[in-house]
């Protein structure tokens, strides 16, 4: 991609091509962590749901709280870690600057907001406020990292509001149906490089910003919690994919100048064209079906296990429109990009245990394997996903109408490698390996009037 | 109990400490010399590297071409042509006006037609960097390293050159060919030039060395500093393809120097270069001649006056000057492949050994049925466009096929073959309005219309630039 001259065509391409394909991946752009307690059990809360985080983990269970309102805020900051080694070969002649890299630290903060009603044994409400896809994968040294051209810096965020009413016609048995609005805001950051000179010296020469927010998204919810038996108990969850429509959005170049003459006033004509140029993308957050049961074992201990499917698969490519807006009738030089993505369904396993230490207290502890759906060629620094293990415990403390529960998760990825048997296989050649971790600490309060 | 139980949840918090506590690893450093996702495949050359068929290079003609086929049998995804709308952008008339591809109209007559925005008919002008295919209809040896523009092509006006180098627009605005291909830095390069070093003198009927035909002693000193720069190239595999014979076109072997009047008997041309001790060998396809209507007058034992000009025929020293000429040329290429460790598609090898003889139809051969006094062949089975230079479709996969062998050979790779069997003739025919491709059609008219023959001499002097 660096071996690039400058013209407007080819800095719309290009810019295209940094900007998209972060903005919709895999599971690591899902944000399974909206509760403590679920958290603390590794996730596998579907079916057991019972506090006010279920209106995002099973807006059913919700039929089983307690009479009356029911306040709850969980966060769980997330502390991600990359590092990146570049495949020696031919991407590093393609993409030259550092051969390795590693992200800032950063702390992101995905809140759980929750309130429920539970009104009689048969109807219960709710409503949330979530952020169940997000991210944030910002590179240090990025005038010299040799992925600037594909991302500095990604930053997503979905924010969720979702009302729900539960239904329980049989003491043993609760549905619910809801909806979700979402407004979606996100900043992608890349570096637009250019080589000139007869030894091909690289140069960076303009930042690339896209900054944006969407419109407002609708998706369907609906759930299920089934408890045959003081012992078991099974939840079906169904959050449906919402459509995030960025129209307008604010797409910047800013130059920076080599010293070179020519370069340099070829580039500031190409940017001052592209500066009247806004962004229109459509990108998809995917459904997720959540299913779980629960095993009591006695009174004071409790297994859990849930299969968690994504539809990625519907994430083929992401087109991206370049155009001005105040152009009537559409704009003739406007510019579509095709990213191809290429994902497959999103699987996750998830286990969890619990033990009541006493009364007040109980311990809990959970780990799941999260299948990467992300296919190894569109892997790159927006999101260097692997497939994961999470470990998990916490600690629930509750004493009358009050719960607190602190938690931490350690998320383990894969090393994955852009580069199989020697052939990369990254879709814009920038073949590497990743490495990743990320610390969760989670905390909860939840309260019942 | 309820202790057991703390320690029980104790020893699983230091459980997961232990496992949080590990350090980051460092990412092993893999070593990927190719992306099969974002290979890049080059190709250097001249019309026949454009894909230029049938007069002129357009959409068809370019995604029949042997480059793009070679890409396709690479299995890569992306490989980007200044591909040209139909009717293609041919060489101009003689008013100056560019002509389209040549077709077969309803009359069986090969016409062509004026093409009056040739730049509107560009797809994708707008492609940021280089093509992938860096074949300039026209280009010569020496331009390929030298020639930025129309301008300073070495015919001195050859619009190619503005249309595909795009230096008007494209920074830093004055590259050539070489750069272009320097700045995509390809895995795979083809070369394949040298052709039009010969054939504008051959096809003008009037070679001679250092005017109009590169002489064989100085071709390599245009030549060696383009391999020089290519080599520079990291990782290169690089493919060079030597040139046809020129007279194996049927251009020039279409013709006989002896006319065949049923009933009466044979009769030579009257030429003017034709003399005992240096007679004529070859007859062009532009000769008056071609055209039924003009024999008798060239004929002086049927009371013919007109003689043919040097201009339509080539003599036995002529022609020993092109040979000559093509040899030390292929020499050159063989050797320097050799001395590089490159592979040599050997396309001398193919174009001498299609047969004229089109009785059997599983193979194809270098005539064409619409071709005055063609053998009885099908157009399908030919490796020729309609223009007698160019390659047909099967043609084109043919040479393709030659340059997947070298590479396979040179580099122990495994490209897969382009199945020729399943390659059909049919443009010039099938764009033609209204016409059914004349399959087993026997040739017995006049072939090329006026506005044909007026652009197929404009195509001889696109590739006759003055060495």
């Known amino acids: 991609m660096k071996r690039t001259l400058l013209n407007h065509s080819l800095v719309l391409l290009l810019a295209a091509s940094v900007l998209v394909p972060s903005v919709a991946y895999p599971g690591g752009f899902n944000i399974y962590e909206q509760g403590s307690r679920a958290t603390a059990l590794g996730g596998a809360f579907t079916a057991t749901a019972d506090d006010p985080s279920a209106l995002f983990y099973n807006m059913a269970g919700t039929a089983f709280l307690r009479e009356g309102w029911a306040l709850s805020v969980n966060v769980s900051p997330v ?203 459509d990108i998809e957050f995917p459904a997720i079906l959540m299913t779980g049961a629960r095993y009591e074992v006695n009174e004071d201990f409790g297994l859990m296990v849930d299969f968690i499917w994504f539809d990625w698969s519907s994430f083929e490519e992401i087109r991206l429109v370049f155009s001005d807006p105040d152009i009537v009738g559409g704009d003739p030089t406007s510019v579509a990009q095709v990213i191809r993505e290429d994902y497959s369904d999103g699987q996750q396993w998830r286990f969890g245990a619990e033990y009541r230490i006493s009364p007040k207290l109980r311990g809990m502890v959970g780990f799941a394997y999260d299948n990467t759906p992300q296919p190894t060629g569109s892997v790159s620094p927006l999101l260097p996903d692997a497939n994961r ?28 490698s852009t580069v199989v048997d020697g052939v990369g296989q990254s879709f814009e050649g920038f073949d590497g390996t990743y490495t990743a971790l990320v610390h969760i600490p989670t905390i909860g309060f939840s309260y019942y009037f | 109990m309820r202790h057991m139980r703390i320690k029980a949840f104790v020893g699983l918090v230091a459980c997961v400490g232990l496992i949080a506590g590990c350090s980051l690893d460092e990412p092993a450093t893999p070593t990927a010399n190719m992306n099969q996702l974002t290979e890049r495949y080059g190709a250097l050359g001249n019309s026949l590297t454009a894909g230029f068929m049938g007069g002129a290079l357009f959409n068809d003609g370019q995604m029949a071409g042997y480059p793009y086929l070679i890409s396709r049998q690479m299995g890569i995804e992306k490989f980007e042509m200044p591909l040209v709308d139909q009717p293609g952008i041919g060489a101009p008339n ?43 209809p026209g280009a010569t040896t020496f331009d390929l390293a030298n020639a930025t523009s129309a301008a300073t092509s070495q015919s001195g006006g050859n619009l190619f050159f503005d249309l595909i180098l795009r230096n008007s627009a494209l ?41 109009n035909i590169t002489p064989g002693s100085v071709w390599p000193t245009l030549f060696t500093p383009i391999l020089d720069a290519i080599e520079m190239i990291p990782g290169v595999h690089v493919v060079l393809g030597n040139i046809p014979s020129i007279p194996s076109a049927p251009f020039f072997t279409t013709i006989p120097v002896v006319a065949d009047v049923p009933g009466i008997g044979s009769f030579r041309w009257a030429m003017d270069e034709d003399t005992d001790d240096d007679p004529v060998i070859f007859v062009l396809i532009t000769a008056p001649v071609a055209d039924p209507a003009e024999q008798p007058n060239y004929i002086a034992e049927l009371g013919g006056t007109k003689s043919l000009g040097g201009q339509y025929t080539l003599t036995q020293s002529e022609v020993d000057l092109l040979d000559a000429t093509v040899d030390a040329i292929n020499s050159t290429i063989a050797s320097e492949a050799a001395a590089r460790g490159w592979g040599l598609a050997d396309i001398h090898a193919l174009m001498s050994s299609l047969p004229n003889d089109m009785s059997d139809p599983a193979t194809f051969g270098r005539l064409n049925s619409v071709f005055p006094w063609g053998a009885a062949g099908q157009n399908v089975f030919s490796a020729f466009s309609l223009d007698a230079i160019h390659p047909s479709e099967k043609g084109y996969a043919s040479v393709a096929n030659f340059f997947i062998d070298a590479f396979n050979d040179t580099y122990e790779m495994s490209i897969p073959a382009v199945d020729e069997g399943a390659v059909t003739n049919v443009i010039g025919f099938a764009n033609s309005p209204g016409f059914v491709p004349p399959r087993g059609r026997q040739a017995s008219a006049p072939l090329y219309s006026a506005e044909g023959r007026d652009a197929l001499i404009g195509l001889v002097e696109l590739l006759g630039a003055d060495q």
């Open chain 1, 79 to 281: 502390l991600p870690r990359n590092k990146f080694t570049r495949a020696m070969g031919r991407t590093a002649i393609d993409f030259p600057g550092d051969p390795t890299a590693e992200t800032k630290d950063a702390v992101f903060f995905p809140t759980g907001i929750y309130v429920t009603y539970r009104h009689d044994d048969i109807w219960s409400a709710g409503f949330s406020f979530s952020t169940p896809y997000g991210l944030g994968v910002e590179w240090d040294n990025q005038s010299t990292f040799s992925g600037r051209t594909e991302s500095v810096n990604a930053q997503i965020e979905g924010l969720y509001f979702s009302p729900s009413v539960t239904f329980s016609p049989w003491s043993h048995l609760a549905i619910a149906g809801g909806f979700s609005l979402v407004k979606t805001s996100l900043e992608l950051n890349s570096i637009r490089t250019t080589t000139f000179g007869t030894d091909n010296t690289t140069y960076n020469i303009a930042d690339v910003t896209l900054e944006g927010t969407s419109r407002l998204g609708v998706g369907p919810n609906a759930a299920i919690m089934y408890r045959p038996s003081d012992r078991w108990s099974f939840g079906v969850n169904y959050r449906g994919g919402v459509l995030n429509e960025f129209r307008d959005d604010d797409a910047e170049f800013v130059q920076r100048t080599t010293g070179i003459g020519p370069v340099d006033d070829a580039v500031a004509a190409e940017l001052a064209f592209l500066n009247t140029k806004s962004a229109n993308a």
């Open chain 1, 389 to 416: 293990l999470d470990y998990s415990l916490g600690l629930t403390w509750e004493k009358e109408n009050l719960e607190i529960t602190a938690g931490y998760m350690f998320v383990d990825f894969d090393e994955r």
């Open chain 2, 94 to 136: 003689s008013l100056g006006i560019p002509q389209g591809m040549f077709y077969v109209d309803e009359f069986g007559v090969i016409t062509t037609d004026n093409v009056l925005d040739p730049v509107g008919l560009l797809l994708n002008s707008l492609h940021p960097v280089g093509y992938d295919n860096l074949g300039i």
């Open chain 2, 171 to 211: 920074p830093p605005f004055n590259t050539t060919q070489l750069d272009q291909m320097m700045a995509l830095a390809p895995d795979y390069l083809s070369l394949w030039v040298g052709a039009n070093d010969v054939l504008g003198g051959a096809a003008g009927g009037n070679p001679v060395a250092g005017v």
